[in-house]
């Protein structure tokens, strides 16, 4: 079977074309994986802009689809199906991709599967490795969530975590624009941090105590943990964003937090700024990597997957690897194409989907949340 990714959730328009393989270790192969990233667009917004996101997807969808199906020597009559992602996303850059999927589809009179967005990164890790060992837990940690999944058989994704509020790369984000680093932040920071001391500078551990907890979300699946536990594997990073704030008004710097102005590092040496990323780095790290191993272990996990934007952190992948293999746990990344938004993935859920008999049918709608089914 052939079928046609597309993927138009925030600032990627990306398709790719995957296949179904009669290997039964490895199920899918990628024959053509195309994006067309805006992030040079948004770069000087410091951010993603919604409304120029929607209209730049309605530019450039047709030559990235035509594009994935040249790359993959496919056409029109040897696609099978398609795969869309529905959401979670900017409602109007997921109506671009979910427009034109269901319109490919009609025309064809091929069967199209929506697809959650969080469900391709997770299986990115099963059309990158094969057949991982299962149960899993699986962290997708990216700009917009940062999620812990229990996956007990293929196909079926638990909720058992996930950030009270900001994701890690938003964190990443913000930290990069108070040092004027630009958009997207994970990659300057990443690099910086490599030249830093990741002791040089004391940022808190975020800790849920007792005090600060509210009951968890109901959507999540904490039944899976005993009763004093149900927080084991949530999140938070918006105090370690304001520990950063606070730290560079005690250096001096005037932080600007507004939207279009990346602050200026101003008495900051370069010295200072490779410092203080590889400070916040590794406490995000330890944090990412420190529970989803404690939440691995009380939910019987026999790996972990570690997958969305975040995942192509170095230290990230360095230390949960590292940390697996001290365990005896396997950890499983997908490569670096693969672990930021791309249509491959959205495609691989679509065939999952669809070897579990879960076609859509043709009136489902973009929605900007949507819980993971
Ligand atoms: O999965 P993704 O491409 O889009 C979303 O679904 O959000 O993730 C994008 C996020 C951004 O916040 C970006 O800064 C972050 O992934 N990111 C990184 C790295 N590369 C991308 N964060 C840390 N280190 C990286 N090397
Ligand atoms: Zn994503």
Aim: hydrophobic share 45%; glycine share 10%; net charge negative.
């Amino acid at each position: 079977m052939v079928i046609l990714g597309i993927e138009t959730s925030c600032d990627e328009t990306a398709a790719a074309v995957v296949s179904t393989t009669a290997d039964a270790s490895r199920l899918w192969e990628i024959r053509s994986n195309v994006i067309a990233s805006q992030a040079d667009i948004h770069r000087e917004w410091g951010g993603v802009v919604p409304e120029i996101a929607s209209r730049q997807h309605v530019r450039d969808i047709c030559g990235v689809v035509e594009r994935a199906m040249a790359d993959a020597g496919v056409a029109w009559n040897g696609i099978d199906a398609l795969a869309v992602t529905q959401g979670p996303g900017l409602v109007g850059s997921l109506l671009v991709g979910v427009s034109f999927a269901k319109a490919v589809a009609a025309s064809l009179e091929k069967p199209v599967v929506a697809v959650h967005h969080l469900a391709g990164h997770i299986e990115s890790i099963f059309l990158e490795h094969g057949n991982i060992q299962l149960p899993a837990a699986v962290l997708v940690v990216s700009g917009g969530h940062t999620s812990l999944y229990f996956v007990p058989e293929p196909g079926v994704y638990s909720l058992v975590g996930r950030t009270r509020d900001d994701a890690a790369g938003e964190a990443y984000d913000k930290v990069a624009k108070l040092l004027g680093l630009g958009y997207p932040g994970g990659p300057p920071v990443d690099k910086l941090a490599r030249q830093g001391d990741d002791q040089a500078i004391d940022l808190p551990r975020t800790r849920l105590t007792h005090a600060d907890r509210n009951p968890p979300p109901a959507d999540l699946a904490t039944s899976l943990f005993p009763p004093g536990l149900k927080h084991l594997a949530e999140f938070s990073f918006s105090g370690l964003k304001t520990a950063v704030v606070r730290y560079l008004q005690e250096r001096g710097v005037a932080v600007s937090t507004g939207l279009a102005v990346p602050s200026d590092a101003g008495p900051l040496s370069p010295k200072d700024v490779a410092d203080i990323c590889a400070s916040f780095q590794r406490v995000v790290v330890e944090a990412l990597v420190d529970r989803t191993f404690a939440a691995a272990a009380w939910l019987g996990a026999r790996s972990i997957g570690i997958a969305g934007g975040v995942s192509a952190n170095s230290r990230l992948r360095q230390d949960a690897v590292t940390r697996g293999e001290h365990e005896g746990l396997p950890v499983f990344v997908p490569s670096i194409k693969l672990s930021t938004d791309n249509a491959a993935m959205i495609a691989a859920a679509g065939l999952r989907k669809l070897q579990r008999g879960e076609a859509s049918a043709l009136d489902f709608n973009a929605e900007a949340s949507l819980a993971i089914k």
